[in-house]
């Protein structure tokens, strides 16, 4: 990513949640985090199946991640897979996997809430209240 200065606020606040909780947690917490990964591959493959007819501006290298990600999801997924079943043994540790997963499918799914009442519905951040795009502003100033 080259600026911030597009990224939604609410995108912003999901991924320094997670930032958050993986500079806080536990390795094999992280790790286990990472299992939402699980369904990756056939979710890149969509992507690069449908994305060439519907983004025909996307240049063919933009699409190089999906592509890469195809057979590193796999990997990354069943090492992530080895750690999680290693560490959480007991009843109260698969517990806590299942509320680490949770709170990445809740992390994922506020992104696409800010993305989609953006994009889809045309509901920018503050809309109603400036035509300003005032999320593009940094703390840094």
Not at 77 to 101: K, M, P, Y
């Amino acid at each position: 990513m080259i600026d911030e200065k597009w990224v939604l606020p609410g995108v912003r606040f999901a991924v320094d949640a997670y930032v958050n909780f993986a500079r806080r947690a536990t390795w094999q917490e992280a790790a286990c985090s990472s299992l939402t990964e699980l369904f990756a591959p056939q979710i890149h493959q969509s992507r690069l199946d449908s994305w060439p007819t519907h983004y025909p501006w996307i240049d063919t290298e933009g699409l190089t991640y999906f592509r890469q990600r195809l057979s590193q999801a796999r990997r990354d997924v069943e090492h992530g897979l080895a750690i999680t079943l290693d560490h959480f043994t007991s009843v109260e540790g698969q517990a806590r996997a299942l509320n680490i997963l949770q709170f990445k499918l809740d992390i994922l799914w506020s992104m696409l809430d800010a993305i989609s009442m953006a994009y889809e519905f045309n509901r920018p951040p503050y809309v109603g209240i400036t035509d300003q795009p005032v999320w593009h502003h940094s703390l840094e100033r």
